[in-house]
């Protein structure tokens, strides 16, 4: 069992940051990548950013400059520091963990951004 716990969400004007945080426990052996996914309402779930365990990262066109992914592979956690944000950018932001022992999704963080 795995266990990933999000926090940061919020609502924030356009044009403003916020700073989302996943931290992965329980049965956990050789992560291979931690990623953000984002799900609008009436939309499917998406791919924000994703970093492997050997630093590689890569961004949907949409965030790119905007978005940094970043862990700390010591404790197991990613980070998703958001900038500049959109309206479009607002939907409920979850966390992925792809390991050996399997892939993991947390509850998911709601990010509003208000025009």
């Known amino acids: 069992q795995v266990q990933l716990v999000e926090s940061g969400g919020g609502l924030v004007q356009a044009g403003g940051s916020l700073r989302l945080s996943c931290a992965a426990s329980?049965?956990?052996?050789?992560?291979?990548?931690m990623g953000w996914y984002r799900q609008a309402p009436g939309k499917q779930r998406e791919l924000v950013a994703v970093?492997?365990?050997?630093?590689?990262?890569n961004y949907a066109d949409s965030v790119k400059g905007r978005f940094t992914i970043s862990r700390d592979s010591a404790k197991n956690t990613v980070y998703l520091q958001m900038t500049s944000l959109k309206p479009e950018d607002t939907a409920v932001y979850y966390c992925?963990?792809?390991?050996?022992?399997?892939?993991?999704w947390g509850q998911g963080t709601q990010v509003t951004v208000s025009s």
């Open positions: 329980g049965r956990i052996l050789n992560i291979y990548a």
């Open positions: 992925n963990v792809d390991q050996f022992l399997g892939n993991s």
């Open positions: 970093i492997t365990s050997g630093g590689s990262t």
